[in-house]
């Protein structure tokens, strides 16, 4: 039940966007550190990753619906988790301490991250919601 629909692409969703989460706020963290590189993880790679998981789930006759994911350069899909490989980020900006941050770039980037993640999470809601419903057999 739980392997098939909208929850399997939703528990991924959010797996990504908790350890992106991790990631943009350590980069918060050091901003004024020297010699510090922020790093990050391009979501359109695992967006991508996670497109064509669900569309081979579609063409497959597979009844337990389960997703097949291939890793990416910056995302390794375990079974239950996954591993990110972050890369440096803003390589042509570099300050006086060797720091090259971007305030504004890395603001953008959590609130896009936080969005996502909270829409994740709502749409997960809804579907816990709506099993919560036909397990109890009324409306």
Request: glycine fraction near 4%.
């Amino acid at each position: 039940m739980f392997n098939s629909g909208s929850l399997p692409v939703l528990e991924r969703l959010v797996q990504f966007t908790g350890q992106r989460q991790r990631l943009l706020a350590d980069n918060i963290a050091n901003l004024s550190t020297p010699y510090f590189k922020p790093r990050d993880i391009d979501p359109r790679q695992f967006q991508a990753a996670l497109r064509r998981a669900v569309e081979s789930r579609r063409a497959s006759s597979a009844a337990d619906g389960r997703l097949d994911f291939h890793d990416t350069d910056e995302v390794k899909f375990r079974p239950d988790t996954l591993e990110l490989r972050p890369r440096p980020v803003n390589a042509g900006i570099l300050y006086h301490d060797q720091n090259n941050r971007d305030l504004e770039r890395t603001m953008q980037a959590l609130a896009e991250n936080t969005l996502t993640h909270n829409a994740g999470i709502e749409l997960m809601r809804s579907e816990f919601e709506t099993m919560k419903i036909a397990i109890r057999e009324r409306v």
